[in-house]
């Protein structure tokens, strides 16, 4: 039997501008998602996914055959998606499920598939540790994107991610604030479809450079600020900056105008998790507002 395991992901700065080789802090955190190997005497590829609550999911079986290179017709998106990944890994490993045995994966979360914290990405650094190729070209092949996700899948500290000359240059930062206990994870209700986010920001980016290198530069001064005012300063300078980018209002405009406190989006706007800034504990306010997730940033981040 194999184990393997892969962090969840957020992303603090450079939304979009990640894929143009902005600067952008990333933090891995304590939810992720594991992935089970286990050698059965049928040669087929028997998959099982659990959630949170290790209620299955998702259930199909694969055939693999002598080489490992045919499946069987996939029954719903998600079977095709996995045919989609496997084929990818086969590519870059020929090797990959050349064996007379089948094998049962299993996987588990820990967080809610909604919540958008790397259902995706955690997959796939689990399924190219399995077969022993890059998880960053396997996220090439398959879902795309900046590849941040797939450095927080890898690693336990707080990290810069950047695209230079397409190559990714993932850095371990001390990002450790005061005011830490003062910030919160607060999750929108619904969870947004990066892609198509990132085809809507390659659609009317435009030109971008001055507004990567202002992003480069927040970047920097988040990583060393050391007061709760001027972190609040710095990410509402950003989320003009991106806003301007992208024509969509800051979603402290939309939803939450009378909060007391700074909000940032984190990854695509719109869904998925908001960074909070508080200086009392704002679930209440939240709740009110009808979003029952709250997560202080001690119990989310690793």
Not at 41 to 68: C, H, M, P, R, Y
Request: hydrophobic fraction near 40%; charge should be neutral.
């Amino acid at each position: 039997m194999q184990t393997f395991y892969s962090n969840g992901k957020l992303l603090i700065t450079g939304e979009y501008v990640v894929l143009d080789g902005a600067l952008s802090l990333a933090l891995p955190t304590k939810f992720g998602q594991s992935l089970i190997v286990e050698s059965i005497n049928d040669q087929k590829l028997v998959w099982n996914s659990f959630d949170e609550k290790e209620e299955v999911w998702f259930k199909d079986t694969f055939s693999i055959g002598k080489i490992a290179s045919v499946f069987s017709n996939p029954q719903n998106d998600v079977s095709k998606r996995i045919v989609q990944i496997l084929n990818a890994v086969k590519t870059l490993n020929p090797d990959y499920l050349n064996t007379i045995s089948g094998q049962k994966v299993s996987t588990h979360l820990t967080f809610p598939r909604n919540w958008g914290l790397g259902t995706s990405s955690t997959l796939i650094n689990n399924i190219a540790q399995w077969a022993d190729v890059n998880a960053f070209q396997l996220l090439e092949k398959t879902f795309g994107g900046s590849g941040y996700d797939i450095a927080c899948a890898q690693n336990n500290f707080t990290l810069t991610y950047q695209l230079q000359k397409g190559l990714p240059i993932v850095t371990k930062v001390d990002f450790n604030p005061d005011f830490k206990n003062q910030l919160y994870f607060v999750y929108l209700n619904k969870k947004q479809n990066s892609r198509d986010g990132i085809a809507s920001y390659k659609l009317n980016k435009g030109n971008i450079n001055s507004a990567i290198s202002e992003i480069n530069d927040i970047t920097n001064k988040i990583i060393e600020v050391s007061t709760l005012s001027n972190f609040e300063a710095l990410i509402t300078q950003h989320e003009t900056i991106i806003s301007k980018i992208i024509k969509i209002k800051p979603i402290k405009d939309l939803l939450f105008n009378d909060f007391k406190g700074s909000i940032k989006s984190l990854g695509a706007w719109g869904g998925d998790f908001i960074l909070v800034t508080s200086e009392e504990n704002p679930t209440a306010y939240f709740k009110n507002q009808g979003y029952n997730t709250i997560i202080p940033y001690l119990e989310m981040v690793l």
